[in-house]
């Protein structure tokens, strides 16, 4: 009886290891695949990161790229500068698009599909880039033959300008100069003797010219002696006027003239109490401008 009751509590006793045995094997059995599922669920949060920060790098990538392409035309002219600013503006609100999606997780193809059209508007400012250029070129080109044509027209202008200003200018068509000697009645006698000489005589007309101003013009005469002096009134200082460079021209006499676009013949006198021999030169200018000369000589 005694044996009986031990061998039954030595059964209880094993069945109860029996169950904290299977109670524990149990308990790690539940730990592992919970531990697995945890590492598997943190291997997937972790891939998710992963993914995320690989699709915003390919994002900038994208970004930079696309406005590095443009950035290079940036400054060439005003319209340029426009154009890029639109592109710019388009590109950036695709780059918030698409980060908005890459944060929401959206599916890869959407992803693609955004990332293309970023690619394919690039393109089309690139081609709306190159376009404006050509047209620019064909601009400067056809800019360049205008003022090539307009210095021309206007070179030609300066030319028939000049010509026309050269051929309006009055023109002495001939002169003579004489010495002269008084008598004491008042009669002169043409001589080319320095000692009797006591007048010179001058006598020159100017052509006819249709182009010519009609109206008043005035005449300078300068008369140049041997030495190389221009003569002067008596008492009086040598005058000058400005000649068509501008320059200060010393004259001996001026006179007014009428003229009325016919040839006119116009007779001035020059009187001195001594005449030196040697060649004695006469200048006349109209109006500034040379018209002609003549020289005389007296022995």
């Not at 021999?277 to 000589?297: F, R």
Request: proline share 1%; net charge negative.
């Amino acid at each position: 009886m005694s044996e009986q009751k031990s061998s039954s509590t030595k059964n209880i006793l094993i069945g109860i290891l029996a169950l904290l045995l299977l109670s524990s094997v149990a308990g790690n059995v539940y730990q592992f695949f919970h531990t697995k599922e945890i590492i598997v669920e943190k291997e997937k949060t972790n891939l998710v990161v992963d993914s995320l920060t690989i699709r915003k790098d390919r994002l900038e990538a994208e970004y930079n790229a696309s406005i590095s392409q443009l950035e290079q035309f940036k400054g060439e002219n005003e319209q340029m500068d426009s154009l890029l600013q639109v592109a710019y503006a388009k590109i950036e609100d695709q780059r918030k698009s698409i980060s908005h999606l890459i944060n929401e997780n959206q599916d890869y193809q959407i992803l693609q599909q955004r990332f293309a059209e970023l690619k394919k508007t690039t393109e089309f400012y690139l081609q709306e880039i190159a376009r404006l250029q050509e047209e620019n070129k064909a601009l400067k080109t056809e800019n360049t033959a205008l003022t090539v044509e307009l210095n021309q027209t206007t070179s030609e202008n300066a030319d028939l300008k000049g010509k026309v200003d050269v051929a309006s200018k009055l023109k002495v068509g001939g002169m003579t100069i004489n010495g002269l000697s008084v008598t004491g009645g008042g009669k002169e006698k043409t001589t080319d003797k320095a000692k009797k000489t006591e007048r010179l005589s001058i006598n020159f007309s100017i052509e006819d010219n249709p182009l010519a101003q009609t109206g008043q013009h005035t005449v300078y005469i300068r008369i140049v002696n041997p030495d190389g002096f221009v003569l002067a009134d008596a008492g009086q200082s040598v005058k000058k006027f400005k000649s068509e460079k501008g320059d200060d021209v010393a004259y001996s006499r001026s006179v007014t003239v009428n003229f009325d676009g016919s040839k006119l013949s116009k007779t001035i006198t020059w009187d001195q109490d001594v005449f030196n021999a040697g060649s004695y030169k006469v200048e006349i200018y109209i109006d500034g401008y040379y018209a002609g000369s003549e020289k005389l000589s007296l022995y």
